[in-house]
């Protein structure tokens, strides 16, 4: 298509300034005002003092907050009509959990805007402008298009702006980029998409050495950089396969719960009972069905899963976090650092055409050329600078080589370009000077004229090839060869530069020598793999779980990488690893077909690839866990499921937008962390069923109640002693129990498979529930009737003996939860094979149970509270066979299923 | 058919910067010509006005472009005064700026630019320029569907007055779910909607790919679930880094109905890149 129409980066400089209606003199006063109205301040928030009341409001929508809500409104209401009953302060009690629910989801969602605060570091306050031909400093936030920047060294880019003057202007992009190496910024045209030009300033970023003017052309959340600002800000985790799951339990729960209460409400009024009684017998109704301490427990359970990974290195902010790394399907990981151990050395110097080793002595000569396209300095903690420079540092230290002659020998050092890749140096040595240029084969070749051949290099001479098409390509081989075995490869080329050849520091041009090089050597560094890693990627491979690696190395080195770690397996064709080039060109259906055939290995990528191969994978329902440390990765942290930022290499940014931070930044910790997350979310299933099984004796009351003229056996207040007082400590004990050895071994759960199962509501309510609710009424009723009690009689609230039976009902059921506790530790084995003794709070939880179960009787305090009475001893011993009832019933279950499994088996075997 | 572009232009900065547009869409519609429009309000001073028209006039030249001036007193309004100035018809396309006088207002409710939305007398663009540089030719374009029958067929007409310079096409597909029930969908339900969404995106896409023989275009679809089109919008336009967000207004969606007026509003508001609204007769 025609390309008629130019951008800003493909401008002269001198007519950069007529198209943003600007002026080498800048704007006026006037223009300024009329621009602010126009775009607004240079902010990268939006002003919204609506924010924080609608994301507070927002915590009021969820089913569970808002049955809390409800309830508490009836409750008062009751007390209103009745007030005798002290509903009041079961409806404050109701009122004040959701209230703090709210609140408390409120605060972790405030404490993401954290990220938003780390970004802001990243812009200066105060920028010099040119503005009516002055000179002045301003508030950065009132910079506006078309305003004259003028940088100096060290200053933070304000906006995103167009070089019209660069004397020597390097600029660290890295917040943007990620690229750790500063670039060299010029004023000429560049052909370029904009966010690639060398002739932008870019906001966010800051000046490392030089000066020069721009033209800034686009401010606030319109920059590059806002708008990683903006999607840091604007992405909102989707919820966790947990809460997803957790919002469809409650919502059924609540449905059953208050069609029940309703169903039960209109059958009383229609039988003639007073309005107060149905109210008050639909709370109970209502209450009973709703497991009120289970929400509690689940976020007591996540937050000692939380503490368990902290031991393992894995530090969560974010408590959803703890089960949905159990959930996860792939990991997306970064290669330095993660999978390696990020300490780059030197393991080969070879000859570029035939790509055998040089000799100890050609060695420390080419490393010394190569110290001269180098900057390394000495620091308190050792040598600092580039890794790569450091690791040629330390190479020419471990032959024995005078680093300090080396560095002194190097006369003049040309920086780093991440455009050119490479860097370039000028070497004095025994009166001769040497170019020398360290960086990538494919930014070298262009530049070569011959190729070493034989031993020797520069000074000390050597047969030199001629660089044709045949040796360059033999080059290329060699190193390829060196890549594919996982070896980052830099070439290393000089020229000597003729003694009448004049310079000055200052005007130097690079590419005044950047031809008739000569290609000496190929230096291979490894940075070698975490020796725990390939256990760990094992590990997610007998898991179900995918791991991809997404790197900015050449894809030789990433596919040798993938291959030592067992990602791919050894030998796989370069096929199956994608560049960053193609990526970009790649549709998202485009993408998922590349995933779907197999493709694990991202290699040449950029940081902002990593969100379009989040957004394939979550196309394809996976649930994705994403590692990233740059600013820049910010956003493919929050779009992930689980965000993972690196805690020794990563910048504030990441670690805010992240949901958990990897602090030792290894691999393995990933793997140790999606096994605890599997555990909790195991232990969180055990602990569920736990808790609706009493449900069963709570609700039975009611119904017999409502349909029969019988004493109610459990009022509402008893009802939440179990549910928020003595079902909490075991239901933690559960969540503490070992992961199992089947854990890691089998497949991630399908998205979708809830925590509320059909099987699970049966074995709750239909059988132990029942169980439970027949023995403890059965035991109520026995009292009732031994006590005097006739079919139809009505008994007051505080009569002795229907205070006993309550009594005693209340405390068969808090007996019985010990053998269901036990139980539920296993879903095929009796759970007393493991030991009680193993288990500190299970066993807390059982002593509470049978004292609790005690002091409901026996102890006057608690009797009160209750409106329960004592029972002969012999009667509280038939409530202690409840416990061998429920276990043994439960354990029988297991056995035929185990035999019922096994004979299946058989069959298809 | 030729067509016939005008700019309303009101002198103001935002203007100079639509121009741009302007030109550019003139360059590519066949008879390269461009009619600026103007309307002597006094809200800028007739030295000012003919300063600024001549710099347009520059740029024209530049880019080869003709462009008629017509300078018009002000009768009765600024709208009715461009509605007498502008044939109507579909073969008359009027680009103008989201925010010609209403200060204050919000982006577009009660401009001159709503007004001649919602009149449908002509086709209409109306832009908002957030980024200059530029230079009204934006190369990344992301127009968010909104499932209508028709599909892309309004779109496609403004489509390719911008194409020569896009190299990437981005559409979007929302599939809007009402807030409390979109945190309690099922995986099925989801799917289903993902799988319709993406339906209507691969009829799309096929019927662009076989009207347009450009083929280097990189054109791509996706369908997201969300209860908030705007947020989304806004998110995919920072994520996709698009130059331009380009979006077909109804009256449905036009600010002139209170209910619906903040959706439109909240993207000019928030929008990280230029944005188009576009009616076609």
Same mark, same amino acid.
């Given at each position: 298509?025609?390309?008629?129409?130019?951008?800003?980066?493909?401008?002269?400089?001198?007519?950069?300034?007529?198209?943003?209606?600007?002026?080498?003199?800048?704007?006026?006063?006037?223009?300024?005002?009329?621009?602010?109205?126009?775009?607004?301040?240079?902010?990268?928030?939006?002003?919204?003092? *609506?924010?924080?009341?609608?994301?507070?409001?927002?915590?009021?929508?969820?089913?569970?907050?808002?049955?809390?809500?409800?309830?508490?409104?009836?409750?008062?209401?009751?007390?209103?009509?009745?007030?005798?009953?002290?509903?009041?302060?079961?409806?404050?009690?109701?009122?004040?959990?959701?209230?703090?629910?709210?609140?408390?989801?409120?605060?972790?969602?405030?404490?993401?805007?954290?990220?938003?605060?780390?970004?802001?570091?990243?812009?200066?306050?105060?920028?010099?402008?040119?503005?009516?031909?002055?000179?002045?400093?301003?508030?950065?936030?009132?910079?506006?298009?078309?305003?004259?920047?003028?940088?100096?060294?060290?200053?933070?880019?304000?906006?995103?702006?167009?070089?019209?003057?660069?004397?020597?202007?390097?600029?660290?992009?890295?917040?943007?980029?990620?690229?750790?190496?500063?670039?060299?910024?010029?004023?000429?045209?560049?052909?370029?998409?904009?966010?690639?030009?060398?002739?932008?300033?870019?906001?966010?970023?800051?000046?490392?050495?030089?000066?020069?003017?721009?033209?800034?052309?686009?401010?606030?959340?319109?920059?590059?950089?806002?708008?990683?600002?903006?999607?840091?800000?604007?992405?909102?985790?989707?919820?966790?396969?947990?809460?997803?799951?957790?919002?469809?339990?409650?919502?059924?729960?609540?449905?059953?719960?208050?069609?029940?209460?309703?169903?039960?409400?209109?059958?009383?009024?229609?039988?003639?009972?007073?309005?107060?009684?149905?109210?008050?017998?639909?709370?109970?109704?209502?209450?009973?069905?709703?497991?009120?301490?289970?929400?509690?427990?689940?976020?007591?359970?996540?937050?000692?899963?939380?503490?368990?990974?902290?031991?393992?290195?894995?530090?969560?902010?974010?408590?959803?976090?703890?089960?949905?790394?159990?959930?996860?399907?792939?990991?997306?990981?970064?290669?330095?650092?993660?999978?390696?151990?990020?300490?780059?050395?030197?393991?080969?110097?070879?000859?570029?055409?035939?790509?055998?080793?040089?000799?100890?002595?050609?060695?420390?000569?080419?490393?010394?050329?190569?110290?001269?396209?180098?900057?390394?300095?000495?620091?308190?903690?050792?040598?600092?600078?580039?890794?790569?420079?450091?690791?040629?540092?330390?190479?020419?230290?471990?032959?024995?080589?005078?680093?300090?002659?080396?560095?002194?020998?190097?006369?003049?050092? +040309?920086?780093?370009?991440?455009?050119?890749?490479?860097?370039?140096?000028?070497?004095?040595?025994?009166?001769?000077?040497?170019?020398?240029?360290?960086?990538?084969?494919?930014?070298?070749?262009?530049?070569?004229?011959?190729?070493?051949?034989?031993?020797?290099?520069?000074?000390?001479?050597?047969?030199?090839?001629?660089?044709?098409?045949?040796?360059?390509?033999?080059?290329?081989?060699?190193?390829?060869?060196?890549?594919?075995?996982?070896?980052?490869?830099?070439?290393?080329? *000089?020229?000597?530069?003729?003694?009448?050849?004049?310079?000055?520091?200052?005007?130097?041009?690079?590419?005044? +020598?950047?031809?008739?090089?000569?290609?000496?050597?190929?230096?291979?560094?490894?940075?070698?793999?975490?020796?725990?890693?390939?256990?760990?990627?094992?590990?997610?491979?007998?898991?179900?779980?995918?791991?991809?690696?997404?790197?900015?190395?050449?894809?030789?080195?990433?596919?040798?990488?993938?291959?030592?770690?067992?990602?791919?397996?050894?030998?796989?064709?370069?096929?199956?690893?994608?560049?960053?080039?193609?990526?970009?060109?790649?549709?998202?259906?485009?993408?998922?077909?590349?995933?779907?055939?197999?493709?694990?290995?991202?290699?040449?990528?950029?940081?902002?690839?990593?969100?379009?191969?989040?957004?394939?994978?979550?196309?394809?329902?996976?649930?994705?866990?994403?590692?990233?440390?740059?600013?820049?990765?910010?956003?493919?942290?929050?779009?992930?499921?689980?965000?993972?930022?690196?805690?020794?290499?990563?910048?504030?940014?990441?670690?805010?937008?992240?949901?958990?931070?990897?602090?030792?930044?290894?691999?393995?910790?990933?793997?140790?962390?999606?096994?605890?997350?599997?555990?909790?979310?195991?232990?969180?299933?055990?602990?569920?069923?736990?808790?609706?099984?009493?449900?069963?004796?709570?609700?039975?009351?009611?119904?017999?109640?409502?349909?029969?003229?019988?004493?109610?056996?459990?009022?509402?207040?008893?009802?939440?002693?179990?549910?928020?007082?003595?079902?909490?400590?075991?239901?933690?004990?559960?969540?503490?129990?070992?992961?199992?050895?089947?854990?890691?071994?089998?497949?991630?759960?399908?998205?979708?498979?809830?925590?509320?199962?059909?099987?699970?509501?049966?074995?709750?309510?239909?059988?132990?529930?029942?169980?439970?609710?027949?023995?403890?009424?059965?035991?109520?009723?026995?009292?009732?009737?031994?006590?005097? *009690?006739?079919?139809?009689?009505?008994?007051?609230?505080?009569?002795?003996?229907?205070?006993?039976?309550?009594?005693?009902?209340?405390?068969?059921?808090?007996?019985?939860?010990?053998?269901?506790?036990?139980?539920?530790?296993?879903?095929?084995?009796?759970?007393?094979?493991?030991?009680?003794?193993?288990?500190?709070?299970?066993?807390?939880?059982?002593?509470?149970?049978?004292?609790?179960?005690?002091?409901?009787?026996?102890?006057?305090?608690?009797?009160?509270?209750?409106?329960?009475?004592?029972?002969?001893?012999?009667?509280?011993?038939?409530? *202690?066979?409840?416990?061998?009832?429920?276990?043994?019933?439960?354990?029988?279950?297991?056995?035929?299923?185990?035999?019922?499994?096994?004979?299946?088996?058989?069959?298809?075997? | 058919?030729?067509?016939?572009?005008?700019?309303?232009?009101?002198?103001?900065?935002?203007?100079?910067?639509?121009?741009?547009?302007?030109?550019?869409?003139?360059?590519?519609?066949?008879?390269?010509?461009?009619?600026?429009?103007?309307?002597?309000?006094?809200?800028?001073?007739?030295?000012?006005?003919?300063?600024?028209?001549?710099?347009?006039?520059?740029?024209?030249?530049?880019?080869?472009?003709?462009?008629?001036?017509?300078?018009?007193?002000?009768?009765?309004?600024?709208?009715?005064?461009?509605?007498?100035?502008?044939?109507?018809?579909?073969?008359?396309?009027?680009?103008?700026?989201?925010?010609?006088?209403?200060?204050?207002?919000?982006?577009?409710?009660?401009?001159?630019?709503?007004?001649?939305?919602?009149?449908?007398?002509?086709?209409?663009?109306?832009?908002?320029?957030?980024?200059?540089?530029?230079?009204?030719?934006?190369?990344?374009?992301?127009?968010?569907?909104?499932?209508?029958?028709?599909?892309?067929?309004?779109?496609?007409?403004?489509?390719?007055?911008?194409?020569?310079?896009?190299?990437?096409?981005?559409?979007?597909?929302?599939?809007?779910?009402?807030?409390?029930?979109?945190?309690?969908?099922?995986?099925?339900?989801?799917?289903?909607?993902?799988?319709?969404?993406?339906?209507?995106?691969?009829?799309?896409?096929?019927?662009?790919?076989?009207?347009?023989?450009?083929?280097?275009?990189?054109?791509?679809?996706?369908?997201?679930?969300?209860?908030?089109?705007?947020?989304?919008?806004?998110?995919?336009?920072?994520?996709?880094?698009?130059?331009?967000?380009?979006?077909?207004?109804?009256?449905?969606?036009?600010?002139?109905?209170?209910?619906?007026?903040?959706?439109?509003?909240?993207?000019?508001?928030?929008?990280?890149?230029?944005?188009?609204?576009?009616?076609?007769?």
């Amino acid at each position: 298509m025609n390309k008629g129409s130019l951008q800003i980066q493909q401008l002269a400089p001198e007519r950069v300034y007529a198209v943003l209606n600007s002026r080498a003199q800048g704007l006026n006063t006037a223009e300024v005002e009329e621009r602010l109205l126009q775009v607004g301040p240079n902010s990268l928030e939006m002003a919204d003092p *609506w924010k924080l009341v609608r994301n507070f409001s927002k915590q009021f929508t969820n089913f569970f907050t808002i049955l809390l809500m409800v309830s508490a409104a009836i409750c008062f209401v009751a007390h209103g009509l009745n007030p005798g009953e002290s509903m009041n302060i079961l409806g404050w009690a109701l009122a004040v959990v959701a209230l703090l629910n709210a609140f408390f989801s409120f605060i972790q969602e405030y404490r993401a805007e954290r990220a938003m605060e780390a970004l802001k570091k990243f812009l200066p306050q105060l920028v010099e402008v040119e503005r009516d031909g002055q000179l002045s400093k301003i508030a950065a936030e009132n910079i506006v298009p078309g305003d004259v920047l003028l940088l100096a060294e060290g200053d933070k880019i304000p906006a995103d702006a167009r070089i019209v003057v660069a004397e020597g202007l390097l600029v660290n992009n890295a917040p943007l980029t990620g690229e750790a190496n500063p670039c060299s910024l010029y004023h000429e045209p560049c052909a370029k998409r904009l966010a690639e030009c060398d002739n932008v300033a870019f906001a966010g970023c800051s000046v490392v050495r030089g000066s020069g003017r721009a033209v800034v052309f686009a401010t606030g959340l319109r920059t590059e950089f806002g708008k990683v600002a903006h999607l840091s800000q604007a992405i909102t985790r989707e919820a966790s396969p947990l809460e997803r799951e957790t919002a469809h339990m409650v919502r059924v729960l609540t449905i059953i719960a208050v069609l029940m209460g309703l169903g039960f409400f209109f059958y009383g009024v229609s039988r003639g009972r007073p309005l107060w009684v149905n109210l008050v017998f639909m709370m109970g109704i209502i209450v009973a069905n709703v497991p009120e301490g289970l929400l509690p427990t689940f976020t007591l359970s996540l937050a000692m899963g939380s503490l368990r990974m902290a031991r393992k290195n894995v530090l969560v902010k974010s408590l959803s976090a703890v089960e949905a790394l159990g959930a996860i399907h792939v990991i997306c990981s970064d290669k330095t650092g993660t999978l390696t151990e990020n300490l780059l050395t030197i393991t080969e110097l070879v000859k570029p055409q035939s790509g055998e080793a040089w000799g100890d002595d050609d060695k420390l000569h080419l490393l010394e050329l190569a110290l001269a396209a180098s900057e390394v300095h000495e620091a308190d903690q050792g040598l600092s600078g580039d890794p790569l420079d450091v690791a040629v540092a330390l190479k020419i230290r471990g032959l024995d080589g005078d680093l300090a002659a080396a560095q002194a020998a190097a006369s003049h050092h +040309f920086v780093f370009d991440v455009e050119k890749r490479r860097s370039a140096g000028i070497l004095e040595k025994d009166g001769q000077r040497f170019f020398v240029v360290k960086g990538a084969f494919e930014a070298i070749s262009p530049m070569l004229s011959g190729i070493t051949s034989q031993t020797g290099a520069g000074a000390q001479g050597g047969k030199v090839d001629r660089a044709d098409q045949s040796a360059l390509a033999g080059a290329e081989e060699v190193m390829r060869a060196m890549a594919g075995r996982g070896l980052r490869v830099i070439a290393l080329a *000089w020229k000597e530069l003729a003694a009448d050849e004049q310079f000055r520091a200052g005007e130097m041009e690079q590419a005044k +020598f950047e031809e008739g090089l000569t290609l000496a050597c190929f230096i291979g560094i490894e940075d070698p793999l975490r020796p725990e890693v390939r256990g760990a990627v094992a590990k997610c491979h007998k898991a179900g779980i995918e791991v991809i690696l997404i790197t900015g190395d050449h894809p030789d080195t990433a596919l040798a990488i993938a291959g030592k770690s067992g990602i791919v397996p050894i030998g796989e064709s370069e096929a199956q690893v994608i560049t960053g080039d193609v990526l970009a060109g790649l549709t998202e259906a485009g993408l998922v077909a590349h995933l779907e055939q197999g493709v694990r290995v991202f290699a040449r990528t950029t940081p902002e690839q990593k969100m379009k191969i989040i957004t394939a994978l979550k196309s394809m329902e996976k649930i994705v866990a994403m590692t990233g440390d740059g600013v820049n990765d910010a956003p493919a942290l929050k779009a992930a499921d689980v965000g993972i930022a690196m805690g020794r290499q990563g910048t504030d940014v990441a670690r805010e937008s992240a949901q958990i931070i990897l602090l030792d930044d290894n691999f393995a910790s990933i793997v140790a962390g999606i096994e605890e997350g599997r555990t909790v979310f195991d232990n969180i299933k055990k602990f569920t069923n736990y808790v609706l099984v009493s449900n069963g004796p709570e609700i039975l009351p009611y119904l017999l109640y409502i349909l029969f003229p019988v004493p109610l056996a459990l009022n509402v207040i008893q009802i939440l002693s179990i549910d928020l007082g003595t079902d909490i400590i075991p239901s933690m004990g559960l969540g503490q129990e070992p992961p199992d050895q089947e854990t890691m071994n089998r497949p991630p759960r399908a998205q979708g498979q809830g925590l509320l199962t059909p099987a699970l509501i049966c074995h709750s309510y239909l059988f132990l529930g029942l169980l439970e609710g027949l023995w403890s009424l059965g035991l109520f009723f026995y009292v009732l009737i031994a006590g005097g *009690w006739q079919y139809g009689d009505e008994l007051a609230s505080h009569d002795p003996l229907y205070r006993s039976a309550m009594g005693i009902a209340l405390a068969t059921i808090l007996l019985m939860q010990i053998g269901n506790l036990l139980g539920r530790r296993f879903a095929r084995r009796s759970g007393l094979d493991r030991g009680i003794f193993s288990n500190r709070l299970l066993l807390l939880g059982i002593v509470i149970q049978v004292i609790f179960s005690w002091a409901t009787l026996y102890f006057p305090p608690l009797q009160r509270v209750l409106n329960t009475g004592p029972v002969p001893l012999p009667v509280y011993f038939l409530a *202690w066979f409840g416990i061998a009832l429920i276990f043994g019933a439960d354990y029988l279950r297991k056995r035929m299923l185990v035999r019922r499994e096994s004979r299946q088996c058989d069959e298809t075997s | 058919m030729s067509l016939n572009i005008y700019l309303a232009y009101d002198g103001s900065i935002n203007a100079d910067w639509v121009a741009r547009y302007a030109l550019n869409m003139a360059l590519h519609a066949g008879n390269r010509q461009l009619c600026l429009v103007h309307i002597e309000d006094g809200t800028y001073s007739q030295e000012s006005i003919a300063a600024k028209i001549t710099a347009v006039e520059d740029e024209a030249r530049a880019l080869g472009v003709g462009l008629d001036q017509l300078i018009l007193p002000l009768v009765n309004n600024v709208t009715s005064s461009l509605l007498a100035a502008i044939p109507l018809g579909a073969d008359s396309l009027c680009v103008c700026g989201a925010r010609m006088t209403s200060r204050g207002k919000g982006f577009l409710a009660g401009t001159i630019s709503e007004s001649l939305l919602r009149r449908k007398l002509f086709d209409v663009m109306a832009i908002r320029v957030v980024k200059p540089g530029l230079l009204g030719a934006p190369q990344d374009l992301l127009f968010p569907l909104s499932g209508h029958p028709q599909g892309f067929r309004a779109a496609m007409f403004f489509f390719r007055l911008l194409a020569a310079e896009v190299d990437c096409l981005h559409l979007l597909r929302i599939m809007e779910v009402s807030s409390f029930w979109f945190q309690y969908m099922s995986v099925a339900k989801s799917r289903a909607l993902r799988l319709e969404g993406m339906n209507y995106i691969n009829d799309i896409l096929a019927d662009i790919r076989q009207q347009l023989s450009d083929t280097t275009l990189h054109i791509d679809g996706k369908v997201i679930l969300s209860d908030d089109w705007v947020k989304e919008i806004l998110i995919q336009a920072s994520k996709l880094k698009t130059q331009m967000i380009i979006m077909g207004a109804s009256d449905r969606n036009l600010p002139s109905r209170y209910f619906y007026g903040n959706k439109l509003e909240q993207i000019l508001r928030e929008t990280p890149c230029d944005v188009g609204i576009y009616r076609k007769i």
